[in-house]
């Protein structure tokens, strides 16, 4: 795991890296970041952070540590003490933080198949009731894109709009900052926007005040340059737990993760081995098994490089044949996915088509533009920080799997190559 997760990294970097132009001015808190030792970072210079075209309204922490990579943000500050506050911890179970041997692979502190915690990468994509893995109905498919906003997703959004596609697109918290206009363009286009922390650690390696800084920074980057709260969030590589779920529910957050996965994250890292025409073939095969299936699907997908881009263009004509393409929220009958109760989505019918809402899907900001060029705006005020929403999320909203997802991306081994990689990353920066 850690050397997918290393990989991932090293190709998060190089897009922000590419999407930077000219000087930046961070606009960051000078507190010393907590990075997590039992997760790999990406491996980048921090010259590519909070450009200095954004009118930025809100303080953020440093995106790098000392070392260049991507920092967990401190948990010791003004504001992430409040965030923590709002977190009941004598209610969140006693899961132990993971920790990674010399390999990269993850330590199961308990004997095999004897983990109480129902932990996603040491129990075989284990899930729990309200976890949302699945579209419940037949013929159904939530598009997602993960490790957003990046250059290559600019023009996935341009696409999808000549497609009359939507999608559900996780944000981490870092790529926002350092591609906001990015993040306004698939926020403008309508598509639904969720969390994906603000560093992509793998959660269960972090702290309990780690995680909970780690999810509501995104949140309130997000809301500064799309204008909303998102109410969903996906963990970096599908990783979590019982501990992780009891924190993201007090903070309003439901996990949505999948049962099908494209591995094109693969595509452009150093040993790839996974060509185009294996994932080709891996949507014929699904959409050849569509007659058979009980329910619809959840797919992972990425916008981390060209590869990735292109091959979502092939398929997903061909998909749309055989399935009806949505985002996961309206797959799941969600209307408002976000906390603002004025935006609201179109969801599926009981003949497996949307029906239509008379009111705006666009997350727009005031005074924001979906320009990828132009400089952008934020809202006119800043984010509202409270404890609105700790309540959870409603458990009529989520789907669990009913059939065990693909664990294929999680092999151990690709991960074990890809931490020897950003190991001589790691050295050649030094």
């Known amino acids: 795991m850690a050397a997918k997760i290393a990989l991932k990294y090293t190709l998060l970097a190089l897009a922000a890296t590419s999407a930077a132009a000219g000087p930046t001015t961070p606009k960051a808190s000078t507190s010393k970041a907590a990075a997590s030792s039992s997760a790999a970072a990406p491996v980048t210079t921090p010259t590519a952070a909070y450009p200095n075209n954004y009118p930025w309204k809100n303080q953020y922490p440093p995106l790098f540590d000392k070392t260049g990579a991507w920092a967990v943000p401190p948990i010791d500050s003004t504001q992430a003490k409040e965030w923590i506050a709002l977190v009941n911890m004598s209610a969140v179970p006693n899961a132990p933080v993971i920790k990674w041997d010399k390999n990269g692979n993850p330590i199961d502190p308990y004997p095999a198949g004897q983990n109480p915690y129902c932990d996603w990468s040491l129990d075989g994509v284990c899930t729990r009731p309200g976890d949302v893995v699945v579209c419940p109905q037949k013929g159904v498919w939530g598009l997602t894109f993960d490790d957003g906003p990046t250059p290559f997703g600019s023009q996935l959004y341009d696409w999808m709009g000549t497609q009359n596609l939507k999608a559900t697109l996780f944000y981490i918290g870092l790529q926002v900052a350092q591609n906001p206009q990015v993040a306004q363009k698939g926020c403008a286009a309508g598509h639904q926007i969720a969390i994906h922390t603000w560093s992509h650690h793998v959660l269960t390696s972090l702290t309990n005040e780690q995680i909970i800084v780690e999810l509501k920074w995104t949140e309130t980057i997000i809301k500064e340059v799309c204008g909303v709260t998102p109410k969903y969030f996906r963990p970096p590589q599908g990783d979590y737990d019982d501990r992780v779920r009891s924190i993201a529910s007090q903070l309003g957050y439901t996990a949505i993760l999948w049962d099908l996965d494209t591995n094109d994250w693969m595509f452009g890292s150093p040993g790839n081995t996974l060509t185009p025409a294996q994932v080709d073939g891996n949507f014929t095969k699904w ?114 799997a009913t059939t065990t997802p693909s664990a294929g991306s999680r092999t151990y081994l690709s991960e074990t190559l890809f931490a020897i990689a950003v190991a001589m990353a790691v050295t050649m920066a030094l």
């Open 287 to 400: 959409i050849g098994e569509e007659s058979n299936d009980t329910h619809g699907h959840i797919c992972l997908e990425h916008e981390l490089s060209q590869q990735s881009v292109d091959s979502a263009k092939q398929n997903l004509p061909k998909l749309a044949k055989a399935y009806n393409i949505m985002p996961v929220a309206s797959c799941i009958g969600d209307a408002h996915p976000y906390k603002e109760s004025d935006i609201s989505f179109p969801v599926i019918g009981t003949d497996g088509k949307l029906t239509s809402t008379n009111t705006s899907t666009s997350a727009s900001p005031s005074n924001a533009t979906a320009s990828a060029t132009d400089s952008g705006a934020g809202p006119t005020s800043n984010p509202t920080v409270s404890a609105a929403g700790a309540a959870g999320a409603s458990s009529s909203l989520v789907v669990s």
